[in-house]
């Protein structure tokens, strides 16, 4: 369920007043994640660690209540629920969209995965959640390993987006840089902070 909120009855009063109109109300953070126990919990359960990577990203968002806000055109809009998105290839040689409801249960959350990405990749046709549920945006660039990406500020797409590339081995660890974009209306420094924090933590205890 999703519904229009007045910012004033909201912590981010503050926030819709400094930021829904500035030119560029986006901020882009860098972290680079251990996902050691990611490959480990991938290879042991022989899922992807794509997935593994989206679901432990929804655990980290879920507790933190500035992601179910979010401004879409001129107002801010509260969401019940989260999903995530990725992006999958197509049978037509490109790329299609692709929300997954976030759901606590792995085993849950790792069927629907795998489930609507196929969907999705036959018919190449985007499935979208967004008129229900708060998204967070994915996109992994599995061809190069990069050290981070700023994304687009189009002013439409307002929802947080977090862009990744290969993973690194180093010594018996593997790492991963990402970068994390938000919007300054949705959410603080501090919260985006707390954010990265949750899923390193999620990443361990997988």
Known sequence: MTRAVNPKDTTRESAYEL???APNPMVTFFKTMDVTNL??????KNMKFNM????CIGRAAAPVKEFY???VGEKLMEYDTLAVNTIVKNGDGEVSSCDILYNANLEKFNEEYLKYTALVSETAEDRDLSERCMVIGTSAILDTEIDGAVGMNSGIFNNPFIIWGKYRKK???YYLPVSFQFHH?????????RFLENLQNEINRL
């Open 19 to 21: 930021w829904m109109k």
């Open 39 to 44: 490959i480990r919990v991938s290879k042991k």
């Open 52 to 55: 593994l990577l989206d679901y």
């Open 69 to 71: 806000l979010l401004p």
């Open 171 to 173: 010594g018996f660890r």
């Open 185 to 193: 209306t949705q959410m603080d420094g501090a919260h985006a902070g």
